[in-house]
T-cell receptor
Framework: EAQVTQNPRYLITVTGKKLTVTCSQN?????MSWYRQDPGLGLRQIYY???????DKGDVPEGYKVSRKEKRNFPLILESPSPNQTSLYFC???????????????FGEGSRLTVL | AQSVTQLDSQVPVFEEAPVELRCNYS??????LFWYVQYPNQGLQLLLK??????LVESINGFEAEFNKSQTSFHLRKPSVHISDTAEYFC????????????FGTGTLLAVQP
């Protein structure tokens, strides 16, 4: 089954304690992206990757890091989480068409993070 | 810069009634338009898309949306809703180019009541 898998689905942590949210896709997609979803703000892009070792900032990258060492994995790293990073996080992937993502994104089920 | 406006944060409707979820965008170039649906405790799923050609596009579960260039709109409609249509619906727009970045609206919660 084609899917994007995120872990953990739920996490409560404390300020400053480093954490990683993993994302893995089994569709051989080149493009992967992280979003955060907050009430009244919709989805905002954090980071994206066009292929292995190619990553770039989205609209709200502050406080986050990513890496793309393998095509299927795109972990999101919070080096020193703060309460304003409490949110629902989604990983998504898509194929590229003529070098650009198609716009047809496949989303994971989300990771709800609470930072106390 | 492109942007997407979904004016209605919540739309309550009775089962079997028609519904329209509104989406307006701003862009100075040609756009691609999408509707995504998010069922409770799930990720977003693509519902339908407009890339080119016919301005009326349909989904497999009875939703349709019409691209109106003069009104810069892409409203989503269904003639008769079911309880199972209860979900949050996101409109999104992209302008193509090297990153084909998707900009999402703030979402509309469709609440279908029996």
């Amino acid at each position: 089954e084609a899917q994007v898998t995120q872990n953990p689905r739920y996490l409560i942590t404390v300020t400053g304690k480093k954490l990683t949210v993993t994302c893995s896709q089994n569709m051989n997609h080149e493009y992967m992206s992280w979003y955060r979803q907050d009430p009244g703000l919709g989805l905002r892009q954090i980071y994206y990757s066009m292929n292995v070792e190619v990553t770039d900032k989205g609209d709200v990258p502050e406080g986050y890091k990513v890496s793309r060492k393998e095509k299927r994995n795109f972990p999101l790293i919070l080096e020193s989480p703060s309460p304003n990073q409490t949110s629902l996080y989604f990983c998504a992937s898509s194929l590229l068409w003529q070098g650009a993502p198609t716009g047809e994104l496949f989303f994971g089920e989300g990771s709800r993070l609470t930072v106390l | 810069a492109q942007s997407v406006t979904q004016l209605d944060s919540q739309v309550p409707v009775f089962e079997e009634a028609p519904v329209e979820l509104r989406c307006n965008y701003s862009s100075s170039v040609s756009v691609y338009l999408f509707w995504y649906v998010q069922y409770p405790n799930q990720g977003l799923q693509l519902l339908l898309k407009y890339l080119s050609g016919s301005t009326l596009v349909e989904s497999i579960n009875g939703f349709e949306a019409e691209f109106n260039k003069s009104q810069t709109s892409f409203h989503l409609r269904k003639p008769s809703v079911h309880i199972s249509d209860t979900a949050e619906y996101f409109c999104a727009v992209s302008e193509g180019g090297a990153t084909n970045k998707l900009i999402f609206g703030t979402g509309t919660l469709l609440a279908v009541q029996p």
